[in-house]
């Protein structure tokens, strides 16, 4: 399921990159996906709101497995 969340992301990613932000995948664990918002979009107020309706609809829309889009801070 990681390469198919990846393959989807890559098609989501010029419209944040449009932005001036980016999103990298960390991992997928039972149908949770986590990123990492890269960018201008790692410290916008609305980047739950991007998660939340645009990046884990798409992704649920296209891979019924995926429950969830969480995001994780950097290390």
């Known amino acids: 399921m990681f390469e198919k969340v990846k393959k989807v992301l890559e098609e989501i990613r010029p419209n944040l990159q449009a932005d001036g ?7 997928v664990e039972d149908g949770i996906v986590k990123v990492r918002l890269k960018g201008a979009c790692a410290g916008c107020p ?7 309706f645009g990046v884990e ?3 649920k829309e296209r891979i019924p497995e995926v429950v969830k889009v969480v995001p994780v801070p950097f290390e």
């Open 46 to 52: 609305m980047s739950q709101m991007t998660l939340t």
């Open 21 to 27: 932000g980016d999103i990298e995948l960390v991992s």
């Open 57 to 59: 609809k798409v992704l």
